[in-house]
């Protein structure tokens, strides 16, 4: 840009040109998904880390920049005009006027099917046309699948509803489908393999902690075809955790969980006031 250029776009001006540049359908006045790169002359516009998300609209507000003549966009080296959209201001007034006519020209990109640049066209050749290059940064792919998968895991979980009680010397296990293409369940049982025992301090005093470093894998039990809950028995006391995976018909991995820690203990039992068995 020339000096009378910056002039006329960057005077008092708290962002560069564009009104909005958003996806479609959104608004965003602020540079999260376009910013002017001063260094290159550009306008880099963003994409948002939903990758689905393609196709960006950047207004220009005529009533703000009034000196704009036209806009062009160049894609594949053939400009075309953009047209000026005109709409009524959201005002008390009943009766609409001059003062509340609101213009703008509304750019459609695609990060599937890139514009190159704009050309700005200036009022009674006060400045030269300016052309201003397009510079398209794309979203994480990666990023955004590993947050799918996270999310489907986490619906899929939810959906299964993974519960467990213990008694004297078992667990019981609950379940439900995590999906449609739901077959069948499996739970792995596990006991600690390495521990580590830290000192932490208490209200009355030291306080000592075992943490579990490892498992080691001591029974893979199946639950039947029509039940959805699997009862493991023959447990002594000590520290245990299950993980349970589901599967489709084709013993595809659906979901599993992470560990899931419980303690098989001595329960006390006493009778009540009234003759009622109480655990503790």
């Known amino acids: ?46 994409q948002d880390p939903d990758i689905t998300k393609t196709i960006y609209e950047l207004s220009v507000s005529k009533n703000s920049y009034p000196f704009i003549k036209s806009v062009h966009t160049k894609k594949n080296g053939v400009y075309t005009e953009v047209p000026l959209l005109k709409s009524h201001k959201n005002t008390s007034r009943s009766l609409p006027s001059e003062s509340n006519i609101d213009e703008k020209f509304l750019i459609t990109t ?3 099917d890139r514009l190159d640049s704009i050309k700005l066209q200036f009022i009674k050749n006060i400045a030269d046309d300016l052309e201003i290059e397009f510079a398209y940064r794309e979203a994480d792919k990666q990023a955004y699948a590993l947050r799918q998968e996270a999310l ?19 667990v019981n296990i609950y379940f439900q489908p995590c999906s449609d293409d739901y077959d069948h369940t499996d ?12 000192t932490t301090g208490g209200r009355y005093g030291p306080v000592k902690k075992e943490n579990i470093l490892s498992w080691v894998l001591i029974m893979k039990a199946g639950a039947e075809k029509g039940m959805f809950f699997k009862s493991i028995t023959g447990l002594a006391y000590g520290r245990y955790a299950f993980i349970a995976k589901q599967f489709d018909k084709n013993n595809n991995l659906l979901v599993e969980t992470d560990y899931i820690e419980f303690r098989i203990e001595k329960q006390y039992y006493f009778f009540g006031d009234q003759g009622n068995i109480c655990v503790i």
């Open 1 to 46: 840009m020339n000096k009378y250029q910056k002039y006329l776009l960057l005077r008092d001006k708290s962002s560069f040109l564009f009104e909005s540049c958003a996806p479609k359908g959104e608004t965003c006045n602020g540079d999260t998904y376009g910013s002017y790169e001063a260094d290159s002359g550009c306008f880099l516009i963003k």
């Open 187 to 198: 739970i792995f049982l596990y006991i600690p393999e390495k521990t580590e025992e830290t």
């Open 110 to 112: 695609d990060f599937d």
């Open 152 to 170: 489907k895991k986490e619906n899929m979980l939810k959906r299964a509803c993974i519960k467990h009680s213990v008694g004297d010397n078992l």
